[in-house]
């Protein structure tokens, strides 16, 4: 994954970005290599698989509409 998208910064003239993917693309390998690069990045996921500290924040408050929870996870590398 990781030459693809250096390949297409370097085509388009880019410098930094945020890699957003689904969950099914990102694998702790693509994870690893993406942060020893030093991108930041987005992995959406299904509803139902919702990570542990958001389940966690719902059973004590409620989601609202345009609400932001963000989880950081540290990859060991």
């Known amino acids: 994954m990781l030459p693809v ?3 297409f910064l ?8 945020t890699i957003v993917a689904d969950a099914a ?4 390998s693509n994870l690893v290599a993406l942060s020893e690069a030093g991108y930041t990045y987005i ?5 139902h698989k919702v990570p542990y500290d958001i389940a966690e924040y719902q059973k004590i408050g409620e989601l609202s509409n345009q609400q932001i929870v ?4 540290e990859v060991t590398v």
């Open 5 to 7: 998208i250096q390949d």
């Open 10 to 17: 370097k085509q388009n003239g880019l410098t930094k970005t």
């Open 25 to 28: 693309m990102m694998s702790e």
């Open 43 to 47: 992995v959406g996921s299904r509803l």
């Open 70 to 73: 963000v989880e950081k996870k």
